[in-house]
Nanobody, 115 residues
Framework: QVQLVESGGGLVQPGGSLRLSCAAS????????MGWYRQAPGKQRELVAQ???????NYADSVKGRFTISRDNAKNTVYLQMNSLKPEDTAVYYC?????????WGQGTQVTVSS
């Protein structure tokens, strides 16, 4: 089992920044892919960014150039630095770990971009 705990969400004005963190614990080892997804009201959950054990990254087109995903393997933690936030970035952000053939999800953290 893998447990994921997100933190760092909140209310921010358009153009502002936030950094999300996701701490993983439990049976996470070896090669794995960590990712951030988001789900806005009335919409499907979508991939925001993901990063492999080798730090290969992938981003949704809507966040390229504004968001940066990174990881600290020693701490089993993945980060999402979000800059130039827009109202359309408002959503619940979820951390996901893919390891040993299984997906694990965090509980989500709310990000609201509003003036």
């Amino acid at each position: 089992q893998v447990q994921l705990v997100e933190s760092g969400g909140g209310l921010v004005q358009p153009g502002g920044s936030l950094r999300l963190s996701c701490a993983a614990s439990g049976s996470i080892f070896g090669r794995n892919t960590m990712g951030w997804y988001r789900q806005a009201p009335g919409k499907q959950r979508e991939l925001v960014a993901q990063i492999s054990s080798d730090r290969i990254t992938n981003y949704a087109d809507s966040v390229k150039g504004r968001f940066t995903i990174s990881r600290d393997n020693a701490k089993n933690t993945v980060y999402l630095q979000m800059n130039s936030l827009k109202p359309e970035d408002t959503a619940v952000y979820y951390c996901k770990a893919f390891t040993m053939g299984y997906n694990y999800w965090g509980q989500g953290t709310q990000v609201t971009v509003s003036s």
